[in-house]
């Protein structure tokens, strides 16, 4: 058991998945030689040649695009985009082109490739590197969307991704790639399936849900919220397509109250589906409406007002009050 | 001025020299550098790069070549005709673009692989996809649904321009498996991808473009500029003649009458020829016509004077082929007669199998959309099922 960085154990993760399948391949800007402008390929091409790590052009609807037909040919491309702001280039390949390519086939091919995104504020970043646009992609049908939150996750959910036959959108929480945790790499213990929720920290008065970024936060508000008596039951969704509902529900019909906490805006977010569902599957269970705290229905702001814009402790905390109010 | 300024005065310009680049090209001819082995007239002509490349051509592949066009045509006519009748939503004619579709698609080797835009009717004949398939999408009963791998034709895509990143990707990953450049006639392959003069404003041809240079990929890029991208003319998309463009992009580019089988046939074999050896991409900008509207949704009338349409009448790409076919006793009359027959009964087979091709079953919508089960697509077709149980014996 050691401690890892959750960019390291992505790297470690996607070094185990093409040592294992000659036929992984990972393509995206600057990921050779730089190893990424976040390091996560570093040492990657150096190991692996630059056959099956390819520095692509600059253009992000080109690196998907071209994934496709690599994946049409057999691979299995690991595409890594920049940063979140930049996938917009490519939202055309990815939700007429990656995620239809199976069901108009009727199943006569697979698409299996993962679109890796750092995602998310925190950082003091300029325009379009801040952003959180997971419900897009979890909206559309054909993909599958997870978001990890900490190193084990990260090494495990990385390779599951890899091994999917589907596409997978693989959201990397930005702000948390140099935090360390515990990653036993030697261990044998089964991973956890891919598009499981994990009670990251169990509690019997209110469900807190979240994902990605967001997770270590809620965490915390429950270190905090616990020394004024207050236990708190937080879920890593980790999947956002599929969406394990189950896991949700059942720790809503324990505790009765819910709250959801992104960094993407609340409207239309994550958190109104989360809402929706659980409100029709524990109607009887529910003590108060389910409350969604996240970002601002604004474009993100500039970086000096970030802090004020992304949820933090004492915001998760005031929906949690709101939520016990009932 | 600042140091990051450049002095470039505007009389600076060579006025002729950009006068020449953007001189439209003299619309009889589709411009001095068009490539052509079969006149309008059905007359034989040499080319002193091209003529080699069809040297080997039997006449019963010259006879092949006009029976493809025939049939596919045929096949045209009767789903347009099917569209009429209410049996397809809509339908995306070929009509016109016979030779630039046979003649490319008869260039490619089995190994080879296409990538269609969605009216390249002519090129899945030639892969060996059943006509039938492709009237699936227009009758609304599939997205597509053939197997792609069975014959190395790709799905249609709908998306302007879409396909040529996966065809770059794809010709990728053939270099990736070391099956370019071997010298094996065999194992080296080559991929091509089709697109319209439309689809060369899209962003994604632009960028299948970079990417293939960059890479050296083994695709061709074949462009049937049709003259027409719905009611825009090909002025509106590019201001040079579209096979110009490729020298931008690194790589060469060539055009050809896209009405003359033998030019087309020949151009592209050149062109797979050298992608398969190594040589990287090249663009084939097909000079042809669209003859009928862009799809039956659409009214030429509205746009285009009926003068242009007679012109191209006369630049017919089977009329040319049959009068050289006579002219040069390579076919009879008994065999014209033959292909007409062919055709009418392909034209039955695919008017009876139209008409009998059966809607979906609901739930069948449900299927397909993951390699794997989802939980919410599971839940929906469960509860879609239950509601639908719901009604039985409720009439």
């Given at each position: 058991?050691?401690?890892i960085?959750?960019?390291k154990?992505?790297?470690?993760g996607m070094?185990?998945?093409m040592?294992?399948d000659?036929?992984?391949?990972?393509?995206g800007?600057?990921?050779?030689?730089l190893?990424?402008v976040?390091r996560?390929?570093?040492?990657l091409?150096?190991d692996f040649?630059?056959?099956r790590?390819?520095d692509?052009p600059?253009?992000?609807?080109?690196i998907v695009g071209t994934?496709i037909?690599?994946?049409?040919r057999?691979y299995r491309?690991i595409?890594e985009i920049?940063?979140d702001?930049?996938?917009?280039?490519?939202?055309?390949?990815?939700?007429c082109?990656?995620?239809?390519m199976?069901?108009?086939s009727?199943?006569?091919i697979?698409?299996p490739?993962?679109?890796?995104?750092p995602?998310g504020g925190?950082?003091?970043?300029?325009?379009?590197h801040?952003?959180?646009?997971?419900a897009?992609f979890?909206h559309?049908?054909?993909?599958?969307v997870?978001a990890c939150?900490n190193?084990e996750?990260?090494?495990?959910?990385?390779?599951?991704?890899?091994?999917?036959?589907?596409p997978v959108?693989?959201y990397?929480?930005k702000?948390r790639?140099h935090?360390?945790?515990?990653?036993?790499?030697a261990?044998?213990?089964?991973?956890?399936?891919?598009f499981?929720?994990?009670?990251?920290?169990?509690?019997?008065?209110?469900?807190?849900a979240?994902?990605?970024p967001?997770?270590k936060?809620?965490?915390?508000a429950?270190t905090v919220?616990?020394?004024e008596g207050?236990?708190?039951?937080?879920?890593?969704?980790?999947?956002?397509?599929?969406?394990?509902l189950?896991?949700?529900?059942?720790s809503v019909?324990?505790?009765?109250?819910?709250?959801?906490?992104?960094?993407?805006s609340?409207?239309?977010?994550?958190?109104?589906e989360?809402?929706?569902s659980?409100?029709?599957?524990?109607?009887?269970?529910?003590?108060?409406p389910?409350i969604?705290?996240?970002?601002?229905?604004?474009?993100y702001p500039?970086?000096?007002?970030e802090?004020?814009f992304?949820?933090n402790l004492?915001r998760v905390?005031d929906?949690v009050d709101?939520?016990?109010?009932? | 001025m600042?140091?990051?300024?450049v002095a470039?005065p505007k009389?600076?310009?060579?006025?002729a020299?950009?006068a020449a680049?953007i001189?439209?090209?003299?619309?009889?001819?589709?411009?001095?550098?068009?490539v052509?082995?079969?006149t309008?007239e059905g007359?034989?002509?040499?080319?002193?790069e091209?003529?080699?490349?069809i040297?080997d051509l039997?006449?019963?592949?010259l006879?092949?070549?006009?029976?493809d066009?025939?049939?596919?045509?045929?096949?045209?006519?009767?789903?347009?005709?099917?569209?009429r009748q209410g049996?397809?939503g809509?339908?995306?004619s070929?009509?016109g673009?016979?030779?630039?579709?046979?003649?490319?698609?008869?260039?490619?080797?089995?190994?080879d692989?296409?990538?269609?835009?969605?009216r390249?009717?002519?090129v899945?004949?030639c892969?060996?996809?059943?006509p039938?398939n492709l009237l699936?999408?227009?009758r609304g009963?599939?997205?597509?649904?053939?197997?792609?791998?069975?014959?190395n034709?790709?799905?249609y895509t709908v998306?302007i321009?879409?396909?040529?990143?996966?065809?770059t990707g794809?010709?990728?990953?053939?270099q990736?498996?070391?099956?370019?450049?071997?010298g094996?006639p065999?194992?080296?392959?080559?991929?091509?991808?089709?697109?319209g003069?439309g689809?060369?404003?899209?962003?994604?041809?632009?960028?299948?473009?970079?990417y293939?240079a960059a890479?050296?990929?083994p695709?061709?890029?074949?462009?049937?500029n049709?003259q027409?991208?719905?009611?825009?003319?090909v002025?509106?998309?590019?201001r040079?003649?579209?096979?110009?463009r490729?020298?931008?992009?690194g790589?060469?580019g060539?055009?050809?009458d896209?009405n003359?089988?033998l030019?087309?046939?020949?151009?592209?074999k050149?062109?797979?020829?050298?992608?398969?050896?190594?040589?990287?991409p090249m663009?084939?900008?097909?000079y042809?016509?669209?003859?009928?509207?862009?799809t039956?949704?659409d009214?030429?009338t509205?746009y285009r004077v009926s003068?242009?349409?007679?012109?191209?009448?006369?630049?017919d790409?089977?009329?040319?082929?049959k009068?050289y076919?006579t002219s040069s006793a390579?076919?009879d009359?008994a065999f014209?007669?033959?292909?007409?027959?062919?055709a009418?009964e392909l034209?039955?087979?695919?008017?009876e199998g139209?008409?009998?091709m059966p809607?979906?079953e609901?739930l069948?919508m449900f299927?397909h959309i993951?390699?794997?089960?989802?939980?919410l697509?599971?839940a929906e077709?469960a509860?879609?099922a239950a509601?639908?149980?719901?009604?039985e014996?409720?009439?």
């Open positions: 058991m050691s401690k960085t959750i960019g154990a992505i790297n470690a070094r185990r998945a040592e294992r000659p036929k992984v391949v990972i393509m800007e600057d990921i050779g030689k190893g990424g976040f996560v390929t570093e040492n091409q150096k040649g630059e056959d790590i390819i692509t600059l253009a992000e609807s080109g994934a037909g690599m994946a049409l057999g491309p595409v920049q940063f702001g930049f996938v917009y280039p490519a939202f055309n390949q990815i939700v082109q990656v995620a239809k199976r069901p108009r009727l199943g006569k697979k698409l490739m993962v679109i890796r995104i995602v925190g950082i003091g970043a300029v325009e379009h801040s952003e959180s646009n997971e897009y979890a559309t049908a054909g993909l599958r997870v939150s190193p996750d990260a090494y495990w959910m990385i390779q599951q991704a890899v091994e999917s036959d589907d959108i693989f990397e929480p702000r790639y935090e360390k945790g515990e990653l036993d790499l261990g044998a213990a089964a991973p956890r399936p891919l499981e929720a994990t009670i990251a920290r169990p509690g019997e008065h209110v469900t807190l979240t994902y990605g967001m997770v936060v809620c965490l915390d429950a919220a616990a020394e207050k236990s708190i039951e937080v879920i890593d969704l980790r999947s956002l397509s599929p969406l394990d189950d896991t949700v529900a059942t019909e324990k505790t009765g109250r819910l709250v959801v906490a992104h960094e993407a609340t409207f239309l977010g994550m958190g109104a989360i809402a929706a659980v409100s029709e599957r524990c109607f009887y269970h529910l003590e108060s389910v969604r705290v996240g970002g601002y229905n604004l474009p500039p970086s000096r007002l802090e004020e992304l949820p004492d905390l929906g709101r939520a016990l109010a009932y | 600042s140091d990051n300024e470039m009389e600076a310009v060579d006025a020299a950009v680049l001189a439209p090209v003299p619309e009889t001819v589709g411009g001095a550098e068009l052509q082995l079969l309008p007359e034989r002509v040499e080319h002193p091209y003529s080699a490349y040297a039997t006449d019963e592949d006879r092949g070549f006009y029976r066009q025939v049939l596919i045509r045929r096949v045209d006519a009767e789903a347009t005709a099917l569209q049996e397809l809509l339908w995306a070929l009509l673009q016979e030779a630039a579709q046979v003649g490319s698609g008869r260039a490619l080797r089995p190994q692989y296409a990538f269609p835009t969605y390249e009717h002519g899945a004949w892969r060996g996809v059943n039938l699936g999408m227009f009963v599939n997205h597509g649904g053939w197997d792609p791998n069975e014959n034709f790709h799905l998306v321009g879409a396909q040529t990143l996966h065809a794809y010709a990728m990953g053939i990736h498996d070391h099956a370019v450049g071997t094996d065999d194992r080296d392959a080559a991929v091509i991808a089709y697109f003069d689809a060369t404003a899209q962003g994604d041809v632009n960028e299948s473009f970079v293939a890479m050296n990929a695709v061709v890029f074949f462009c049937q049709n027409w991208a719905i009611s825009q003319p002025e509106r998309q590019s040079i003649p579209i096979y110009q490729a020298r931008g992009f790589f060469p060539v055009r050809v896209g003359d089988v030019a087309v046939y020949a151009v592209t050149a062109a797979l020829d050298a992608a398969r050896s190594g040589q990287g663009l084939i900008e097909a042809t016509y669209r003859m009928g509207a862009h039956t949704s009214d030429p509205k003068a242009e349409v007679e012109v191209w009448k006369l630049r790409p089977i009329a040319r082929l009068a076919l390579k076919a009359k014209f007669e033959a292909v007409e027959g062919e009418d034209a039955v087979t695919v008017r139209c008409l009998s809607d979906p609901p069948s299927d993951y390699v794997e089960d989802h939980p697509v599971e077709r509860g879609f509601y639908s149980a719901s009604f014996g409720d009439h």
